[in-house]
């Protein structure tokens, strides 16, 4: 561990806490106190509430409360849905986030693939585009690939999940 007036290193098992109950935890954590900028990198998790977001390196805002993720991101719902990001950037104030070439295996064991979107964690909303969807998660071919029987591609999705209703444009 390394400390001076304003930067704190924590390497191996390293952990933050904030007074709002999030967590880091993290192989290496840098806190620049000035700039209430918290950096990690390798095996990096973030938990509230009843949801994760987990990836390789974090830079967190403790100020705007913006966390933006990347590399091998996954995010966890309060719901147990799963999503996968090449990037993820996640507003905590408003439990808005967004990112790029997304999958998605949700609870209901469907299959979401899209080139981008955003979820809005508070009000329960997911909108994707350039999407491909699919209630056959679990089918393989013989080299086990995934491989859908069906599946129905189009522009934009909005999944609704307090009305449980999944709305395709486009399609």
Sequence with gaps: EYKNNNIVIATGNAKAFKSTGEKIFSDKIIYFKNEQLIETSGNSKFLFAESAIHALIFKYDLKAEILTAEGNVKFFDSD?????????????????????NIKSYLKDGS????????????????????????????????????????????????????KKRIIHKNS
């Design 111 to 162: 299959y979401l693939k899209a080139k981008k979107g955003n979820l809005d964690n508070k009000n329960r909303l997911i909108n994707l585009e350039n999407t491909n969807y699919t209630t056959c998660s679990k089918i393989k071919n013989q080299n086990n690939e995934f491989c859908p029987s069906w599946s129905l591609n189009s522009k934009k999705i909005t999944h609704d999940k307090n």
């Design 80 to 100: 147990k849905n799963k999503f996968f990001f090449d990037n993820f950037k996640y507003f905590r104030k408003t439990e808005r986030g967004y990112g790029k």
